[in-house]
């Protein structure tokens, strides 16, 4: 199976190599993770998207549809970014072929813990399910989780759990407090209609039979969430029981051991359980082998591109920047392509700043006012190249007197604000502070914002940040005489800095109208009015553009429940009502939306609403 790229290391070690424990698992973790970057398969029939393009926090979804109908399950993966198996397992599953149904493939609910392999970045994903919280990342990912969950009949999460539970206490690895090797359930039987003990007992023989080794066998493990005295109260807040108890559907955990050092072997059996409990939902499907898509594979390092330089990742020259340059650097700078990265080949690719290591620069553009000493390349949060940085040119200083001016990121924009002065924002759009012209080491916060709740130490600088004010501490905003208008303060707090700032006036996203373009190549114009209906005579239409008060890419438009990527289009069909939706990119909160009602041949004799509104006129 060949694959396009640039530096061969060498085929992928065969399972029967003996190292020591620790460098085993290091080393089959990363070797898997390369194998399954480099296995460049597209998803069965389906498709796929990215919610949240352009974050620091990409979703990407999958969608397979079977040839004949069924229900529609969702399987989901890497919540927790220190539970490889869970993603890995997730990602293989989107190369199933589908008989019937439909099903929902989330490899990778959490990128920016993946990226770091660690259970959390400001708060656990997996505890945000009991409401709708608004004030991290994290929050934005569980809103589009549940809207996914949603249209489902079933659900199944990948767990990496530590040591093998045990109903009965064996030692410290083999106990009812363990996880690792068990399907979790919230209850047996949940409102005396959902019998989740059933559909686990219904597939533990056939999963086991094959597995000889005991503590490596599956058991079925409920946490008994509901009961007043659960020593698993904390289940409460996770997505398994937001299944259960506000969609009322089946939901079940799959739970492999972080102790088991066999990355692949546990990928392997994750998958042969999920399998299993999906034929429980009545899907049927075809793997594709596991041995087939990891050991063709072949093992290679990245090359990174900057300009015409390249950089490989075995003994890398340094990387010659220039001093006070813009960096923005895409997939392709590391050899993968747009197929690549849609197909989830790639994984959770990043490259990050060493002083910066949770911002990856293939997400966000960087403009450097200090030097910082290397690149670090990762994929699924193993290091696959650190590549010490060479910088020529000066370093600009600020003069004397000068008034300072903020260098900062506005929708992936470079903005130079002097001090005193006002940045202009929409609801949704980000934010990334670089700092001061000419200074250094600069401490800049913005009022109201917490970037890490674990440390507010006031440094807002280099973090994405979403300019929702619904996220920021209220007492911060600076009042205004316009109720639907807010005004933040950016301060400079650089110790023996003077104290300057600038601001940022947010206002709601307004939006007059939707283009669309026909089949025949007719553009309509299509008054956009929030709540109405509209008619529309049935057909294909791509979606163009938007006519609104911000940028286009920061909203996100829906069909119905699928996602509608500008340029994409949608199907209206005799004497069917859509909806059309609208949702800001980077935080999947509602907008508005309006239905689309397919015109009978009486109504199509009269102009449509759309079309007299004229081409053109964006007054």
Known sequence: MPFPCSVRLGHWLTRYVRWPRAVYRQVTSALLVLAALLVVARPATGAEFTIFQGTQYPLRVYILEGA????????????????????????????????????????????????????????????????????????????????????????????????????????????????????????????????????????????????????????????????????????????????????????????VSKDIVQ??????????????LLEQFGLHLQVADQDTLIEQARIVAPVLRVGAQSVGSTRPAPLKLLSYEPLALTAEDLGLTNAQVKAGAAGAVG??????????????????????????????????????????????????????????????????????RTLEAVVGDQLVLEGIHGGKDEVLNLKGFIANR???????????IILDPSMFLQHWLVPTDKPDEWLCRVARETPSQSRDEFFIRIVPRRLKALVLQAEDGRRIVLDWRAGEATLLASGRYTLAEAWSNGARDKLLALAGQTPLPWGDSFELKSGERLELSLRQMTTFSPISSMTLISETPAQSKAPAQSEMLGVGDNS
Request: proline share 7%.
């Open 68 to 255: 004949k109908p069924g229900p529609t399950v969702m399987v989901q993966g890497g919540i927790q970014g220190d539970e490889i198996a869970g993603f890995l397992t997730a990602q293989q599953l989107t190369h199933a072929k589908l008989d019937n149904g439909r099903l929902i493939i989330i490899p990778r609910a959490n990128v920016p813990s993946i990226h770091k392999r660690q259970r959390q970045i400001n708060v656990d994903l997996n505890r945000r399910f009991d409401r709708d919280y608004n004030e991290f990342y994290e929050d934005h990912l569980a809103r589009a989780i549940r809207f996914f969950l949603a249209q489902a009949d079933a659900f199944i999460h990948l767990h990496e759990g530590s040591g093998f539970y045990n109903p009965v206490w064996v030692d410290n690895l083999r106990n009812p407090r363990r996880y690792g090797q068990s399907i979790i359930i919230d209850t047996p039987v949940f409102e005396n209609r959902i019998f989740l003990a059933n559909y686990v007992n219904s597939v533990l023989d056939r999963l086991n039979q094959p597995i000889t080794t005991a503590d490596f066998r599956f058991r079925l493990f409920s946490t008994d969430t509901f009961r007043p005295d659960s020593p698993h109260a904390e289940q409460l807040k996770s997505l398994t029981c937001y299944a259960l108890k506000n969609r009322s559907i089946p939901a079940f955990a799959i739970e």
């Open 263 to 276: 990355v692949e072997w546990k990928v392997s059996q994750q998958l042969r359980a999920t399998v299993l």
């Open 351 to 420: 490259v990050f700043a060493s002083d910066r290591p949770e911002i990856n620069l293939l997400e966000t553009p960087r403009l450097p006012l200090i030097p910082f000493r290397s690149l670090e390349v990762r994929a699924d949060g193993t290091t696959l190249a650190s590549i010490p940085v060479e910088w020529a040119g000066t370093w600009p200083k600020a003069e004397p007197g000068q008034t300072p001016w903020f260098v900062c990121w506005h929708n992936g924009s470079l903005r130079i604000i002097p001090a005193g």
């Open 454 to 464: 674990t440390l507010n130490d006031g440094q807002d600088s280099g973090p994405e």
